[in-house]
């Protein structure tokens, strides 16, 4: 870990349905001054076209400023970086990153890390987290799992990789869709060990 408890978390968004998770969690990383460094898939790109209304610029350095302006982030706690972009930190064991979290987690995505397939950037940091035992978070949202699927979670569970499906809980009487999404973002800081006030406590009222 990085002084004073800061962080640097590797995100990937991926092409699976729920990126508005990615968001959020993107927000609250950097809310609680950890650095990130976002890599956005090109089938990410056009699911969030289709899911939300965010104007997402396609260049990674126009990313970068307009995430880093509508998240407030301070300089130089947000790098984006392409798919095809292997000097970033991330591609290797030398880069600083204490964890990673890929959410959402397509299936073909998933499937890619399970077999070590490393065939872009995104592929790769997940494969330098596990060879270097670091936290590796996936976050599938899809149903129903094939065997493949299945076996492909296993395997990954079994490498030490924490499977976090996206599936809200309504026990704290959630009245809105952003209450669902900060369920499960909640569930991913709690990996993370980053402190939130996203959801009460089990037992706390």
Same mark, same amino acid.
């Given at each position: 870990m990085n002084s004073a408890n800061k962080k640097i978390i590797s995100l990937a968004i991926t092409g699976a349905s729920g990126v508005q998770y990615g968001f959020?969690?993107?927000e609250m990383l950097l809310q609680k001054n950890h650095t990130v460094y976002l890599m956005?898939?090109?089938a990410a790109q056009v699911v969030i076209g289709?899911? %939300?209304d965010i104007k997402?610029?396609?260049r990674c350095k126009e990313m970068q400023q307009f995430l880093a302006e509508k998240y407030h982030a301070q300089k130089k706690q947000l790098y984006v970086f392409g798919e095809d972009e292997w000097t970033a930190p991330t591609a290797s064991g030398g880069g600083l990153v204490d964890a990673m979290v890929m959410c959402p987690c397509s299936m073909g995505a998933?499937? =890619?890390?399970? %077999?070590? =397939?490393?065939n872009n950037l995104i592929e790769r940091s997940a494969d330098v987290v596990l060879k270097e035992r670091r936290q590796l978070i996936l976050v599938p949202r899809e149903t129903p799992y $094939?065997?493949?699927h299945l076996e492909n979670m296993l395997k990954l569970s079994r490498m030490g990789a924490v499977i976090l499906c996206a599936n809200p809980g309504f026990y704290n009487n =959630?009245? %809105?869709i952003d209450d669902l999404i900060d369920f499960v973002v909640a569930k991913i800081l709690d990996q993370l060990d980053v402190e939130h006030e996203l959801q009460p406590r089990w037992? $706390?009222?």
């Open positions: 959020r969690l993107l956005v898939s090109k289709m899911e %939300t997402l610029p396609s998933l499937s =890619a890390v399970a %077999t070590g =397939a490393s $094939s065997d493949i =959630a009245e %809105t037992g $706390s009222e």
